[in-house]
């Protein structure tokens, strides 16, 4: 049997097992079998770190960043701006409230992008709209933005404009280069002009 069929049925099995605790509510909304395939083999639900960190510094009102690691993960470090929702804390009330945000671009990270998946097919399953999952997770994230490389000397003016663009993005967040960045503190932080030109590059080293 497909590898992804056994995956999602194990997912719905455990998600029916959770329902059965929740207070009765209308689940028409529930996304079929088919149609939840269909969506994951789709890779619009992944959004990159370049798109995100760039939505984030210009403080889109209509994007929300969930953390679905454990809170001690979260409280050590996290992506500025997210809130923490836990993996197993899906199916409460304050979580299903802020899923239901139609009006909002849901966007799960965790480590790498193997938990936050699994969450995202839940969340598919539930109805929720407006979800995604950040590519390569908050691994990802530190390597292309906090822990940039400053591309070779034969780097097109693309590579360069977005090794800028993620310069600028980690001083915005945690302040001037030479700072250091630490989970346990929070680093000053000053205005910074961030222009985002490009999306894709090679990812790597420091702000």
């Known amino acids: 049997m497909n590898k992804k069929y056994l995956l999602l049925a194990g997912i719905i099995i455990a998600l029916g097992v959770g ?8 689940t028409t909304k529930q996304v079929q079998p088919e149609l939840l395939l269909a969506a994951i083999d ?7 770190t370049d798109d995100i960190t760039d939505r984030l510094v210009k403080k889109d009102p209509t994007l929300l960043l969930i953390d679905v690691r454990a809170e001690s993960q979260y409280k050590a470090f996290s ?10 804390s899906l199916l ?4 299903q409230e802020i899923l239901n945000q139609g009006e909002i ?8 992008d193997v938990t936050s998946d699994q969450v995202w097919i839940i969340c ?15 691994n ?17 003016a693309k590579d360069l404009d977005l090794y800028q663009f993620r310069i600028a993005a980690c001083q915005h967040f945690f302040g ?9 503190k929070e680093a000053v932080k000053k205005k910074v002009n961030v222009v985002k030109k490009a999306s894709e590059a090679s990812s790597g080293g420091g702000c």
Do not use: C, H
């Open 176 to 184: 001037s280069p030479e700072m250091s960045v630490s989970p346990k």
């Open 124 to 138: 598919k399953r539930m109805g929720v709209q407006r979800i995604y999952v950040m590519q390569g997770g908050i």
């Open 19 to 26: 329902i059965l605790f929740m207070p009765a509510k209308d």
């Open 92 to 95: 409460t009330v304050a979580s």
């Open 42 to 48: 789709d890779p619009s639900r992944f959004l990159t």
């Open 140 to 156: 990802k994230w530190f390597s292309t933005i906090v822990k940039t490389e400053k591309p070779t000397a034969t780097a097109s």
């Open 79 to 88: 992506v500025p701006g997210a809130i923490n929702m836990p993996a197993d």
């Open 105 to 112: 671009d849901k966007v799960l990270f965790s480590n790498s």
